[in-house]
């Protein structure tokens, strides 16, 4: 078996960890990975107009899907055009690796066409973003990276230059074993029986719901039913609770609750309880 170079073990990576597809626009620098994804089962290319749709794509199907998905731009402005739908994804806390092309390493901080520095640019809207700039950092970088997308949900940002994607990967390194499935996490019995205590010494409850209540639609309205509980929602939480919520209630942001009627249309009293289910 021919030795792999470092775009084909990063594609290799990617479809290990479960990637079907990766969005991008071709060019320069992205050669070798758009080139070693053509010759991998498993993965395919989707070529799109623009970068913007690349990542906006990736953003739409990991929250479809639940699965980490991929986009690339070439170094320069292509990588650039990727910003606005890594932040929509990151903060929807969809897993979505980028890979963002660079320049060649050795003209790194020497002013070249285009040059930017992608592993600073995307620090806001990603919970990692690193440079690729020795063959040996793979694959741990990379798999770093898809550790912190899928188990922080959000994005993961790979800064690899085209030179580098190009070297033969390195042999013998260290690889872990990946994981793709986030794991279910549950509150402690102690927390649990406070809850219940809380709950049991209500007066009135509110449930306002976020992407927690994820898949427990069901579950929410039998509860709400039970401690006859209008139920509201957050921006994340809309899409799992909005529908088929007959216990649906005004809920609003309390600057004085002298002043202002909340829930059940009177100020919050000392026995209400809200409930967040986030």
């Known amino acids: 078996m021919a030795k792999q170079n470092v775009a084909e073990q990063f594609v290799d990576i990617l479809v290990r960890a479960g990637v079907r597809r990766m969005y991008g626009v071709v060019g320069d620098s992205l050669n070798p990975v758009v080139d070693a994804i053509r010759r991998t089962d498993g993965i395919e290319w989707i070529q799109v107009r623009h970068e913007e749709t690349a990542a906006f794509a990736a953003g739409a199907e990991a929250q479809i899907t639940g699965r980490l998905a991929a986009c690339a731009g070439s170094c320069g402005p292509g990588n650039l055009h990727l910003i606005n739908g890594l932040y929509d994804a990151h903060r929807s806390m969809a897993p979505v690796l980028a890979l963002a092309s660079h320049i060649p390493s050795g003209e790194i901080g020497l002013g070249y066409f285009q040059e930017t520095h992608p592993d600073r640019l995307f620090t806001e809207c990603s919970h990692y973003s690193e440079l690729i700039s020795n063959p040996r950092q793979m694959p741990r970088v990379l798999?770093?990276?898809?550790?912190?997308?899928?188990?922080?949900?959000?994005?993961?940002?790979?800064?690899?230059?085209?030179?580098?994607?190009?070297?033969?990967?390195?042999?013998k390194s260290i690889e872990h074993a990946l994981v793709t499935a986030?794991?279910?996490?549950?509150?402690?019995?102690?927390?649990?029986?406070?809850?219940?205590?809380?709950?049991?010494?209500?007066?009135?409850?509110?449930?306002?719901?976020?992407?927690?209540?994820?898949g427990a639609h069901p579950e929410v309205m039998e509860f709400a039913g039970r401690v006859k509980a209008p139920v509201g929602h957050a921006l994340r939480g809309k899409e799992w609770i909005q529908y088929d919520n007959p216990y649906t209630g005004y809920l609003r942001m309390y600057a004085d609750s002298h002043d202002h009627a909340g829930t059940w249309g009177t100020a919050p009293q000392s026995g209400d309880r809200q409930l967040n289910l986030v």
Request: charged residues 25%; glycine residues 12%.
């Open 143 to 171: 798999q770093s990276a898809i550790q912190h997308a899928i188990g922080r949900s959000g994005v993961g940002v790979i800064s690899l230059p085209g030179d580098i994607a190009s070297l033969p990967a390195p042999e």
């Open 182 to 214: 986030r794991p279910t996490v549950r509150p402690g019995d102690g927390e649990i029986e406070k809850l219940v205590r809380l709950i049991d010494e209500a007066d009135r409850i509110t449930l306002f719901c976020g992407s927690g209540t994820a």
